[in-house]
């Protein structure tokens, strides 16, 4: 069973840093593609980061860029994601979501969805 | 980015049927067949019930149907049900290979 636990949700100041941490277990950790999304309070889900299997290829959302960073360990099964200059706005809940397939053989081509998620962990940035 | 249109809400008695639509743009929805529905109950993660337009992971009812024209993706839930109510959004892959998602639609079972 393909499990993600996230970790590392705090409350934080406008201005700090914070690093999230997701766990990974019952799947090959090493050729799925992982993301970041996340949820502010009662609003919309938002695409945050995505990093590829060998962790190679890094793509990030316009709002986070230059101040997020994703990261992986292959050898620990574990996703990272650095933020540093928090905004009162990067409050929200921070899943961890898998990456359909690098190929998926009913299409032909990769999996861009996200197949698998995280419980989530909560950043407030507040002062 | 900007995000994918959705209609903020949709309702349905039980036993019917309804569709709702997501709309998007030739850098995404347009581009690639890779529209994804993702269903959300309160307090609870995400859950992918459709891939790829029309594809449905094991496990996901049947009552659960995609399709795309043009720059519009819709989502068809059958046989309306109690626990069908949830939050439910679109997702796309992009030009620039990032992901965006639809602000999100409120179904309620009448």
């Known amino acids: 069973e393909v499990q993600l636990v996230e970790s590392g949700g705090a409350l934080v100041e406008p201005g700090g840093s914070l690093r999230l941490s997701c766990a990974a277990s019952?799947?090959?950790?090493?050729?799925?593609?992982m993301n970041w999304v996340r949820q502010a309070p009662g609003k919309g889900l938002e695409w945050v980061s995505y990093?590829?299997?060998?962790?190679?290829?890094?793509y990030n959302a316009d709002s986070v860029k230059g101040r997020f960073t994703i990261s992986r360990d292959n050898a620990k099964n574990s996703l990272y994601l650095q933020m540093n200059s928090l905004r009162v706005e990067d409050t929200a809940m921070y899943y961890c979501?898998?990456?359909?397939?690098?190929?998926?053989?009913?299409?032909?081509?990769?999996?861009?969805?996200?197949?698998?998620w995280g419980q989530g962990t909560l950043v407030t940035v507040s002062s | 980015q900007s995000a994918l249109t959705q209609p903020a809400s949709v309702s349905g008695s039980p036993g019917q049927s309804i569709t709702f639509s997501c709309t998007g743009t030739s850098s995404d929805v347009v581009g690639y067949n890779s529209v994804s529905w993702y269903q959300q109950h309160p307090g609870k993660a995400p859950k992918l019930i459709i891939f790829?337009?029309?594809n449905r992971p094991s496990g996901v009812s049947n009552r659960f149907s995609g399709s795309k024209s043009g720059n519009t993706a819709s989502l068809t839930i059958s046989g309306l049900q109690a626990e069908d109510e949830a939050d439910y959004y679109c997702s796309s892959y992009t030009i620039n290979y990032t992901r965006v998602f639809g602000g999100g639609t409120k179904v309620t079972v009448l």
């Open positions: 019952g799947f090959t950790f090493s050729t799925y593609g």
């Open positions: 990093i590829s299997s060998s962790g190679t290829a890094v």
């Open positions: 790829d337009v029309s």
């Open positions: 979501a898998r990456d359909g397939p690098d190929y998926d053989p009913l299409t032909g081509y990769p999996g861009y969805y996200f197949d698998s």
